[in-house]
C-alpha cells in the first residue's frame, strides 16, 4: 500500500516519534472522539493506562508530556516545545482539557504503567478512559502507536489496517512492482510518487510541503551545531555537535588536509539533529525521530559535496532525494515495520539508512536498479539492529547511530553508483529478512531497555 511523502516525513518533537508523537496523536484523537459523540462535556475524570515498551520506556521517551499535550488538544506539528505546558499540570494537578475545561488530573495517579502487559496487537499499546462525576464509564478506546507518529485504534490494527487505499495513479507494495512502474511509464521513481502526491493535494502544496520539511530538517541542523549544554533524563551526556563543529571549522581556518574529513562533516550533522530530537526540539520524522538525523545528514552531504556532479540543480535534487526516500520508506511499512518496538532498531536507523542511500543514489542520477541496490544494501548491514536504549533515553546508542548510519548510507549509495544496478539480494528479499529478524528478536532488544548495552552500562 501506497504511504504518502506526508506521512513519512512529519514535523514534531522529540525524542521519539512511537513514544511522543504517537501518543500526543492518539490523546488528541480520543479528546475529538468524546466530542463528536457528544461526551466532552461530561468528562470529570480521565485514566491513561500505558502498556509494554510505552510503558517501560515511556519516563525517558516524553510520553507523560506527549498525553498531557495530546488531552490539552495541542497539535504535534504545532507545539512550541519550549513552553511549559506540563508544569502548570504537575503543581496544580488540574488538566485543562481540550482547552476549554478543567478537570483534576494527578499525572502520578491518572497515568498508569502496565509495565508487565504486552497487548497482543503491538507493543505500544495505550488506553484511555472518561469516567462523569459519579464515576459512569464514558467512553474507552485502545490505540497503538506502530512507528514513526503513525497510530491505529484495536478495531484497525486488527484489520492491520491504518486508513483504506489511497485513489492514485502508482499503487505499488513491493519493490519489484515499482520498478516494472519505471520502465513501463518511462519514469523515475521520484517522478511516480510526484505523480501520486498531486493527486492527494494541489501541485503547489506539495512542493511547498516537501520544501518546509526539508527546511526543518536543515534547522534542527543548525540548532545542533549551536546548542550547547546537557541532555535531559539524568545520563549527564554532553552535547557534542557544537565541539565537533568548532574543531572542524578551525580546521578549515588552519588549511588543515584530511581526506576524510567529510566524514567527520556527516558525523556532525547527524549528530546535531540527533541531540536536538533528545532534547525535544522540533524535528522530521525520518522515518521516526530516533533515527531522524540520517537522511538531513546525507541530504547536506549532497548539497555540499555531491550536488555538483548531479544531473540536477540543488533544489530539484533535493526533491528527488526526499522523494525517492519517501517511495522507499512506503515498502517498510507495507511490508515489515519501523517501530523499534515491533523490530529493533533496524527498523529505524536501519531503515533510514535505506531511504537515505536510495534518496542520495537517485538525487546522483542513479538508475532505478542502482536505487535499489542502494536501499538494499543500506538495510542488508543493518540487520539485527537491536534497540536498547540506556535508562529509555533515546541518547545511548541513539545518537552515534544516527551517525554511523549517516556514513553508511553515503557509502551504500557510492557502491551502488559504482555498479550497473545488478545485485543478488533484492530489497524486497532484504525488507522481508529484516521483519522476519525483528519478530525472532528476544523482547527485550524491543525498545523495552530490558537487555543489551540498556543493562550492561554500569552506573545508569
Same mark, same amino acid.
Given at each position: ?70 488531552? /490539552? ?5 504545532? *507545539?512550541?516545545? %519550549?513552553?511549559?505546558?506540563? #508544569?502548570?499540570? =504537575?503543581?496544580? @494537578? ?28 503491538h507493543s505500544n499499546g495505550m488506553r484511555f478512559e472518561a469516567f462523569d ?18 497510530i491505529a485504534r484495536k478495531d484497525e490494527i486488527s484489520r492491520r489496517i ?24 518511462? /519514469? ?5 510518487? *510526484?505523480?501520486? %502526491?498531486?493527486?492527494?493535494? #494541489?501541485?503547489? =502544496?506539495?512542493? @511547498? ?252
Open positions: 500500500m501506497y504511504y504518502s511523502f506526508f506521512e513519512i516525513f512529519s514535523i514534531g518533537v522529540g525524542p521519539s516519534s512511537s513514544h511522543t508523537v504517537g501518543p500526543m496523536r492518539a490523546a488528541k484523537r480520543y479528546l475529538d472522539n468524546l466530542k463528536s459523540k457528544k461526551l466532552f462535556s461530561k468528562v470529570q475524570d480521565i485514566k491513561v493506562t500505558l502498556f509494554g515498551s510505552l510503558a517501560l520506556t515511556g519516563h525517558g521517551h516524553g510520553t507523560v508530556k506527549a498525553i498531557v499535550y495530546g488531552l /490539552m488538544g495541542l497539535e504535534a506539528e504545532a *507545539l512550541d516545545p %519550549e513552553k511549559p505546558y506540563v #508544569n502548570a499540570v =504537575e503543581r496544580d @494537578k488540574l488538566l485543562h482539557l481540550g482547552q476549554e475545561r478543567i478537570i483534576p488530573f494527578d499525572i502520578e495517579k491518572s497515568i498508569i504503567f502496565a509495565k508487565d502487559t504486552f497487548l497482543p496487537e462525576n459519579q464515576g459512569k464509564e464514558l467512553l474507552t478506546e485502545e490505540y497503538f502507536s506502530v512507528g514513526g507518529g503513525t491504518e486508513r483504506e487505499p489511497y485513489n492514485i495513479p502508482h499503487q505499488f507494495d513491493t519493490c519489484r512492482e515499482l520498478l516494472q512502474k519505471c520502465h513501463k511509464y518511462g /519514469m523515475s521513481i521520484s517522478d511516480i510518487v *510526484l505523480q501520486n %502526491e498531486v493527486c492527494l493535494k #494541489n501541485e503547489t =502544496e506539495v512542493k @511547498k510541503g516537501i520544501q518546509k520539511i526539508y527546511q526543518i530538517m536543515q534547522e534542527a541542523i543548525d540548532r545542533g551545531m549551536k546548542a550547547r549544554g546537557i541532555l535531559p533524563g539524568g545520563l549527564g551526556i554532553k552535547r557534542r555537535a557544537g565541539e565537533i563543529f568548532n574543531r572542524l571549522e578551525e580546521k578549515f581556518r588552519d588549511n588543515e588536509f584530511d581526506p576524510l574529513m567529510v566524514v567527520d562533516w556527516i558525523n556532525l550533522w547527524g549528530f546535531a539533529v540527533a541531540e536536538e530530537n533528545a532534547a525535544g526540539g522540533r524535528i522530521v520524522t525520518a522515518p521516526t525521530m530516533g533515527s531522524a538525523g540520517i537522511v538531513p545528514a546525507v541530504l547536506r552531504y549532497y548539497e555540499k559535496y555531491a550536488s555538483a556532479q548531479s544531473p540536477f540543480d540543488v533544489k530539484k535534487g533535493i526533491e528527488v532525494f526526499l522523494t525517492t526516500a519517501s517511495a522507499i520508506c512506503s515498502l517498510y511499512r507495507t511490508n515489515a515495520s519501523i517501530s523499534g518496538a515491533e523490530v529493533g532498531c533496524q527498523g529505524e536507523v536501519g531503515v533510514a539508512c535505506s531511504m537515505a542511500a536510495a534518496g542520495l543514489a537517485a538525487a546522483m542520477g542513479g538508475t532505478p536498479e542502482q536505487v535499489e541496490m542502494a536501499a538494499e544494501t543500506g538495510m542488508e548491514h543493518n540487520l539485527g539492529l537491536t534497540c536498547d536504549p540506556v535508562k529509555g533515553l533515546v541518547q545511548i546508542p541513539c545518537i552515534e547511530r544516527n551517525a554511523m548510519g549517516a556514513v553508511k548510507a553515503v557509502n551504500a549509495a557510492r557502491l551502488a553508483l559504482r555498479s550497473d544496478g545488478k545485485h543478488i539480494v533484492s530489497l524486497d528479499n532484504v525488507i522481508k529478512t529484516m521483519y522476519s529478524t525483528g519478530r525472532d528478536m528476544a523482547r527485550k532488544y524491543k525498545e523495552t531497555s530490558m537487555g543489551g548495552l540498556a543493562v550492561n552500562v554500569p552506573n545508569c
